[in-house]
């Protein structure tokens, strides 16, 4: 695998592929089995695999939860040579941001609501990060995650809008055998906070009404920050020991 840290540098891989069909997966690095997952679909859908890892500052509203975010360079290198990526994409703030984001997508409606309403700013920073992305690697496929369900969906309708020539994947949320979503962030919770987590995805998955969801999740010692349904979907965060875990299930 060829690390890149350069749109210079990528853009002189690129040209040697002529035609090839180019698979990207955008990732923020503290890589895990969920990641895995679109490493390898991409692999096996693509004739050229690249993946990035860039934890992107504009999309943190809390600067707490950038600093604290949980990643290892050298694990996520590791992990994407065993899916067989070819290249990484490994810039640094300075490479994305050669306008120190004055520039930005911003979409007006759906990114306001669910965790666009409690965490502002954090979908301009996904949509303005992922066309910068988009516009250098121009991949034929993206993978993105379900366990991101709404930047899914506002990721699919910037597509649209701007009319980029770019096939959008969305992979199924991988899960821990208690139904856990696997996430970077669970690594952020104690041996206790592990073992409570599974009970997000156990509640919101019940057939109860979203009050009687929140009540359950308030006694197992979660902070909830919404459950809301939206186009048959069940959104919801909520905060555990300072963590904040997100999920969404069919409605
Ligand atoms: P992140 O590094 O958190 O920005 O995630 C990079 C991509 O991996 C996003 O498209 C996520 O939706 C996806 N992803 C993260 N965790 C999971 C998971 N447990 N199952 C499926 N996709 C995931």
Redesign the pocket.
């Known amino acids: 695998m060829k690390i890149i840290r350069t749109v210079e540098e990528w853009k002189k891989e690129r040209e040697t592929f002529k035609n090839k069909k180019i698979g990207f ?11 895995l ?2 490493m390898k679909k991409c692999r096996a859908e693509n004739e050229i695999a690249v993946a990035s ?1 860039y934890l ?1 500052p504009t999309q943190f509203n809390d600067k707490k939860d950038l600093e604290t975010y949980p990643a290892n360079f050298d694990d996520d290198v590791k992990l994407l040579e065993s899916a067989g990526i070819d290249y990484l994409f490994a810039p640094t703030y300075t490479v994305m941001y050669p306008d120190d984001y004055k520039y930005k997508v911003i979409e007006t409606d759906f990114s306001k609501m669910l965790c666009g309403a409690k965490r502002p700013g954090h979908f301009d920073g996904v949509l303005t990060v992922v066309m910068k992305f988009f516009n250098i690697i121009r991949p034929t496929n993206a ?6 369900f709404q ?2 969906q506002l990721l699919k309708g910037m597509v649209e809008a701007f009319f980029l020539d770019i096939n959008l994947i969305p ?5 821990e055998e208690n139904g856990l ?4 962030r669970n690594r952020k919770l104690s041996a206790e906070g592990l073992a409570k987590a599974p009970k997000l995805h156990e509640i919101l998955a019940m057939k109860k009404s979203i009050a009687e969801k929140e009540a359950l999740l308030t006694e197992a010692g979660f902070k909830v920050d919404y459950i809301t349904e939206y186009k048959g979907r069940l959104y919801a965060a909520a905060f555990l020991e300072d963590v904040r875990l997100i999920d969404n299930v069919n409605a």
């Open positions: 997966v955008p990732t923020m690095g503290g890589l895990h089995a969920g990641h997952s679109l890892v992107n993978y993105f995650g379900e366990k991101d930047q899914y992979c199924p949320i991988v899960r979503a696997i996430s970077s």
